[in-house]
């Protein structure tokens, strides 16, 4: 059976005493009104991943995720993060090839399999991000775009490493702008996504692949995209500053 997550990436937001206000709301709601199927992941940045980890601790549900990490082991890479130091802090997942770090900082598909080697190396689940713009949308060619997203930074990995890994489908135009990909949209997509992994590696490997969607997930929209059957959750912006919106869309599943 594969996981059911909700995950809050919270981008480059909130100071840390926002931070850890946002947390211990978080950590109270969760525990107070949500069942235990639901894996709930919150990534704030970097500098607060360790206040935020001694904030939930003991909240046995809710798991930490950084929002990038370096492709190489250490050395001379000024201003990085290595899978190594997050794992070393009690990090267990890595959202890597948001389209942000795609657009902004000229990540390729080539780069995130290196990150996602060193994330696997270190115990880290990859949180890895694929979607389309929307001139993609328009022209047609977007579930081969997404596959060739997957298939340039994925498929190189073993079945038992690739079975480790979590797939977010955010399209791009989708994501901060308000538009959210229909129900039928996203359970396209995320069915032609785990097509494809069957054809890579088996359909029991596709099955248990947890595929998530982000991209403006709102307590009111959420219920309709969790009821896809192949939608496995969300990787939620916006909505996850608000812890009241953030439990209502983790509940609505
Ligand atoms: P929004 O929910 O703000 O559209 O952001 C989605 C996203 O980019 C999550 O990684």
Redesign the pocket.
């Known amino acids: 059976m594969r996981k059911k997550i909700v995950a809050g990436?919270w981008k480059m937001n909130n100071t840390l005493e926002e931070g850890l206000k946002l947390t211990s709301e978080i950590v109270n709601m969760v525990n107070d009104e949500v069942n235990d199927d639901v894996t709930v992941v919150l990534a704030p940045p970097f500098i607060h991943l360790t206040s935020v980890k001694n904030s939930i601790n003991g909240a046995e549900k809710i798991y930490l995720s950084a929002q990038n990490c370096n492709e190489h082991p250490s050395g001379a890479y000024t201003g990085e993060v290595s899978a190594a130091m997050l794992n070393s802090i009690g990090v267990g997942y890595v959202?890597l090839g948001?389209s942000?770090r795609r657009e902004y900082f000229s990540e390729t598909n080539a780069e995130l399999a290196k990150k996602v080697d060193a994330a696997l190396e270190h115990n880290l689940t990859p949180i890895f991000?694929c979607g389309e713009s929307q001139a993609i949308r328009e022209n047609g060619d977007f579930v081969s775009f997404v596959c060739s997203q997957i298939k340039e930074s994925l498929f190189h990995l073993s079945e038992s490493d690739f079975s480790k890994v979590v797939i977010?489908y955010?399209p791009i135009w989708?994501?901060?702008?308000g538009l959210t990909a229909s129900s039928e949209q996203a359970q396209e997509m995320h069915a032609s996504l785990r097509t494809y992994i069957a054809d890579q590696y088996g359909s029991e490997v596709a099955d248990n692949t947890s595929i998530l969607y982000?991209?403006?997930?709102k307590p009111g929209n959420a219920p309709e995209l969790f009821a896809c059957p192949d939608v496995d959750g969300g990787?939620?912006?916006?909505?996850s500053l608000k812890s009241r919106d953030f439990v209502d869309i983790i509940k609505s599943y």
């Open positions: 990436n959202i948001h942000e991000c977010a955010e989708a994501i901060g702008t982000g991209g403006s997930a990787l939620i912006g916006g909505a």
